[in-house]
């Protein structure tokens, strides 16, 4: 899925690590870093699509195959943050500066 299609009601699964999460991520995005989603899944709506990102979308094309064997209606973002950033999309960040990502 593109970062242009994401339906209003998906729910945002960023899957970074803490670092990458505190640098810059699209508002209202659900964090679980990668290795933890598995004990965490209770966390993660079941009622709504998940679209699930990580930097480019190796690590959230993964998790996404680990949620649909659970039930899990998921999609991986094209391109992860990065496309997110360079469409000039909305992002929020911890700290001074601008959001970024890294």
Avoid at 34 to 50: H, L, N, T, Y
Avoid at 69 to 91: E, I, K, T, Y
């Amino acid at each position: 899925m593109t970062q242009d299609a994401l339906p209003d009601n998906a729910a945002l699964l960023d899957v970074r690590e803490n670092n990458e999460w505190a640098a810059g991520r699209a508002p209202h995005a659900l964090h679980i870093p990668m290795d933890e989603v598995g004990i965490r899944q209770a966390e993660i709506p079941r009622d709504r699509q998940i679209v699930v990102v990580c930097r480019s979308g190796g690590r959230s094309s993964r998790i996404v195959e680990f949620l649909l064997s659970r039930g899990f209606d998921a999609v991986n973002l094209a391109g992860g943050m990065q496309a997110w950033h360079a469409a000039g999309r909305p992002m929020t960040h911890d700290g001074p500066g601008c959001p970024t990502v890294i």
